[in-house]
């Protein structure tokens, strides 16, 4: 099966802003925003829209019916943001800080993480089609329930991922590493792994191994 990248964002010409706000219903669209904090706020409805954040710092918000379509992050610090239920279309993490994120009940499509320091961060019961994690620390993240078609892990830290009641049948895991990590035992089936890594699952579901 050829596996599919994602498509990079489509931006325009951007108009360059020293400054924005966000609050409920705005929608930021054909900007580059460089270093501005958006840290601690609540809102709904809020869009990124054909946009380039560089050096953004958005902490600890909680952004209800997120939506965000070909948009670059870079270099942003985007750390326990609360982004439940969100939308995210051909969007590009590079290099930002997403420890402790919540992208829990969230679709995304055409998206790729690379070199983002991710730990903590749940994708829980997200849609996920065609989405990239390219060299990015991924520890003690949760993926469970997630429905997903094209998802690549290349150079990835995946160890102490849960991955309960996700299906694996697909699923290339052989560019990536992991110490420990926990599926469901029904679900392993097509899942691809390396000598090593299977050795590292089996212990997990608490079979002994013997030379």
Not at 71 to 89: K, M, P, R, Y
Not at 120 to 144: G, H, I, M, P, R
Not at 201 to 211: K, M
Request: proline share 1%; aromatic share 10%.
């Amino acid at each position: 099966m050829k596996i599919k990248k994602p498509i990079a964002p489509l931006l325009p010409t951007l108009t360059e802003s020293d400054f924005i706000s966000i609050d409920d219903e705005i929608i930021i669209e054909g900007l580059s925003v460089k270093e501005q904090d958006l840290s601690y706020q609540d809102v709904r409805n809020l869009v990124f829209r054909e946009c380039r954040f560089e050096k953004l710092t958005m902490n600890r918000n909680h952004l209800e019916r997120f939506e965000c379509s070909n948009v670059v992050f870079d270099h942003c610090d985007l750390s326990n943001t609360e982004w439940i239920g969100a939308s995210f279309h051909q969007v590009h993490f590079r290099q930002c800080k997403l420890t402790g994120t919540n992208f829990a009940e969230s679709y995304l499509r055409d998206c790729l993480f690379e070199d983002c320091l991710a730990d903590y961060t749940s994708f829980s019961a997200t849609n996920q089609k065609v989405v990239q994690f390219k060299q990015t620390s991924l520890a003690d993240t949760e993926f469970v329930e997630v429905t997903w078609s094209n998802m690549i892990f290349d150079n990835c830290s995946l160890t102490g991922s849960n991955w309960f009641h996700t299906k694996l049948a697909g699923l290339d895991l052989t560019k990536s590493t992991f110490e420990k990590i926990a599926f469901s035992q029904e679900l392993l089936k097509g899942l691809k792994v390396t000598q090593e890594q299977a050795i590292t699952i089996a212990a997990g579901l608490g079979l002994l191994i013997e030379d």
